[in-house]
C-alpha cells in the first residue's frame, strides 16, 4: 500500500532533550516536507527536500533539522526541543515537487514538549 | 509571498443542509489552488485541486469548488452535508509564482450535527 508513515505517533519529552521524528514513504517520491499543524495557524512548512541531500528552509525552520540521505527517508531533528515546539507534526511527499503533483501526507506525530 | 485567507473559523450544520466554505488568496499570476480535508484523528487528504480549464471543479465526496479569478476566490461547496463530513477543510496555494512550497489557510472546522 503507498503511504507516509511517521515514527512515533505520539510523544512526550521534556525541554532540550534531542529528538528524532522518522519519516518514510514507499512511492519513489523525490519531494519531501514537514509541517507543523497549530490551532488557529494551520499548516506551517518547516523544510522541504527536493531530492537526496537536497534540502531548504520552510516557513518556520528554527529549531529544528533535517537530512535526506536516502529518498525514502527523512527525518526531523530537534536538538534542543522547547515547549513553542508543542505541536501537531506531518510528513508529506510528492512525486516531483511540482506545484501540480498531490501531496500525500503522513499520519502525524502529536509532540509535547513539557 | 501568496496568502490564504479562510473566512470562516468554525461552521455547524444540520445533515443535508448546504455548505459553502470561503477561500480567497492574494497573488495574481498563474493559480493553483487546492483543498485538503482532514479528518477527526487522521492526516490530510486532497479533496480537489484546480490548475486551469473548467472554473468548476469537482472532487472526492460529492465536494466542488468554482474559481472566480475577479474575485480571488475558491469556495469549497457541498449541496446536502453529512455527518461523515465533519472534518477540518483547508485551502492551500502555491507560496509564490513556481514554488513548490504550500501555502495554506488557517483551517475551517465544520460540525455537521446529524
Known amino acids: 500500500e503507498a503511504q507516509v508513515t511517521q515514527n512515533p505517533r505520539y510523544l512526550i519529552t521534556v525541554t532540550g532533550k534531542k529528538l528524532t521524528v522518522t519519516c518514510s514513504q514507499n512511492?519513489?517520491?523525490?519531494?519531501m516536507s514537514w509541517y507543523r499543524q497549530d490551532p488557529g495557524l494551520g499548516l506551517r512548512q518547516i523544510y522541504y527536500?527536493?531530492?537526496?541531500?537536497?534540502?531548504d528552509k520552510g516557513d518556520v525552520p528554527e529549531g529544528y533539522k533535517v537530512s535526506r540521505k536516502e529518498k525514502r527517508n527523512f527525518p526531523l531533528i530537534l536538538e534542543s526541543p522547547s515547549p513553542n515546539q508543542t505541536s501537531l507534526y506531518f510528513c508529506?511527499?510528492?512525486?516531483?515537487?511540482?506545484?501540480?503533483?498531490?501531496?500525500?501526507f503522513g499520519p502525524g506525530t502529536r509532540l509535547t514538549v513539557l | 509571498a501568496q496568502s490564504v485567507s479562510q473566512h470562516n473559523h468554525h461552521v455547524i450544520l444540520s445533515e443535508a443542509a448546504s455548505l459553502e466554505l470561503g477561500c480567497n488568496y492574494s497573488?495574481?499570476?498563474?493559480?493553483?489552488l487546492f483543498w485538503y480535508v482532514q479528518y477527526p484523528g487522521q492526516h490530510l487528504q486532497l479533496l480537489l485541486k484546480?490548475?486551469?480549464?473548467?472554473?468548476l471543479v469537482k472532487g472526492i465526496k460529492g465536494f466542488e469548488a468554482e474559481f472566480i479569478k475577479s474575485k480571488f476566490s475558491f469556495n469549497l461547496r457541498k449541496p446536502s452535508v453529512q455527518w461523515s463530513d465533519t472534518a477540518e477543510y483547508f485551502c492551500?496555494?502555491?507560496?509564490?509564482?513556481?514554488?513548490?512550497?504550500?501555502?495554506f489557510g488557517k483551517g475551517t472546522k465544520l460540525s455537521v450535527i446529524p
Open positions: 508529506a511527499s510528492s512525486l516531483g515537487g511540482r506545484v501540480t503533483d498531490t501531496q500525500y
Open positions: 512511492m519513489n517520491h523525490e519531494y
Open positions: 527536500s527536493m531530492n537526496v541531500e537536497v534540502t
Open positions: 497573488y495574481g499570476g498563474t493559480v493553483n
Open positions: 484546480y490548475f486551469s480549464g473548467d472554473p
Open positions: 492551500a496555494v502555491p507560496s509564490g509564482a513556481g514554488s513548490y512550497q504550500l501555502t
